[in-house]
């Protein structure tokens, strides 16, 4: 069984850097440019591996620059989106890094744990393939095929937290 869900006690600070890293690697490659605030942002989104609301991320930054406003948030949370940095869970209105194939169009499916909020992951091809064969019968064009699947992780499925 695969690990796709972190420990409660893990340490994001290597999530963060390497996020940072392939960000400024992907930007540098598309010739696109990563700003200190869309970088922030990114930095933001991956400080935990729960899904943040936009007006989240402007308190946090309302923290660090009084000047910071729902424009300024949005603006970096679609640069993030369309270079393939961050997914938006749309049940939730939230926003998550991509763990996936950063940068690339990938098939995303996440598990949300409706206890603790955790989201991960995964990119299973096999799903997208079923749904597209399924889509393409019905003479169904995809606009879009994240999908967002809720239950419990596995830390919240242990006896002293059912």
């Known amino acids: 069984m695969p690990k796709v869900f972190k420990q409660v006690n893990h340490n ?20 696109a440019r990563l700003t200190k605030l869309r970088a922030r942002v990114l930095e933001l989104i991956w400080r935990s591996h729960r899904p943040v609301g936009a007006y989240d991320l402007l308190d946090m930054l309302r923290d660090e620059r009084r000047s910071a406003a729902p424009p300024t948030v949005y603006r970096a949370l679609d640069f993030l989106i369309e270079h393939g940095l961050v997914h938006k869970i749309e049940s939730q209105n939230t926003y998550i890094g991509c763990s996936g194939a950063v940068g690339h169009d990938h098939p995303s499916q996440f598990l949300i744990c409706r206890q603790c909020g955790i989201a991960a992951e995964i990119a299973d091809t096999r799903i997208d393939d079923a749904i597209g064969d399924l889509a393409a019968e019905a003479g169904f064009k995809i606009a879009d095929r994240t999908i967002e699947v809720q239950g419990y992780c596995p830390d919240c499925r242990k006896p002293d937290h059912v």
């Open 12 to 31: 994001h600070l290597h999530c963060i850097e390497d996020a940072l890293q392939q960000a400024s690697n992907l930007c540098a490659k598309q010739d």
